[in-house]
């Protein structure tokens, strides 16, 4: 990214701070900063928001703005809320990742979303990916300091992203069959890890 001349700021930049104050949008147009007033207003400009902060990875900085929407919008803003916050959050499973962010960004979509609604679908499917992600780093490491403590936690984030695989419905239903067959082999393995190390 190339700097912007001395004095000047980037749209990034007025919009955070634009936002810290009460929220707004940038015009991708016009480059202009506008706050935002109202559900409708948030809404509307939720699309230019997405674009400026995905492309960064700065999406928690709408989240008062999705947040808003996501409690006084009407029920197709709240999927739009949650729609946004899903592609904000699917960045950090590329390189380089973040799993525990995606996953703490998808466990949100999942309470904005319609759970009859395919957003729902998808966020849970992700939601149980980025887990399994971290249960593949936090599995050798439980062995290896024979800890109780991240023993626990495994179990405890398989049964999550067990219940995150189930939710995800139609989707990828080839690829959640075998995340579960993992799942499932993992289950007495994390037992005796269990029964080992928390005496």
């Keep these: ?19 810290q ?19 409708g207003a948030s809404a ?4 230019a928001v997405r674009k400026l902060l995905e492309s960064q990875k700065r999406i928690e900085q709408a989240m ?3 947040e808003f929407v996501s409690q006084k919008g ?12 899903l592609n904000g959050a699917l960045p950090f499973l590329q390189p380089p990742q973040d799993f525990d ?27 149980g990916l980025s887990i399994l992600q971290q249960i593949a780093k936090i599995d050798p ?3 290896k300091q024979k800890s109780c403590d991240l ?13 995150a695989f189930k939710a995800s419905g139609a989707y990828k239903p080839d690829d959640v069959a075998k995340f579960q067959k993992y799942l499932d082999g993992l289950r007495p393995r994390t037992a005796s890890m269990l029964k080992a190390y928390c005496k």
């Design 21 to 39: 104050r009460g929220g707004g949008v940038i015009d991708e147009h016009t480059n202009d900063v506008f706050p935002v007033v109202g559900v």
């Design 44 to 47: 509307g400009g939720l699309e």
């Design 1 to 19: 990214m190339v700097a912007p001349p001395r004095g000047q700021t980037t749209n990034t930049d007025r919009f955070v701070r634009l936002q």
């Design 64 to 66: 008062p703005i999705l």
């Design 74 to 85: 009407d029920a197709q803003a709240k999927e739009g809320a949650a729609t946004i916050l």
């Design 101 to 127: 962010r995606a996953a703490t960004m998808l466990r949100q979509v999942t309470t904005w979303a319609d759970p009859k609604g395919k957003v729902f679908q998808i966020a849970n499917y992700y939601l």
């Design 151 to 163: 023993a626990t936690k495994e179990q405890s984030m398989a049964a999550e992203a067990d219940r």
């Design 141 to 143: 490491e439980a062995e």
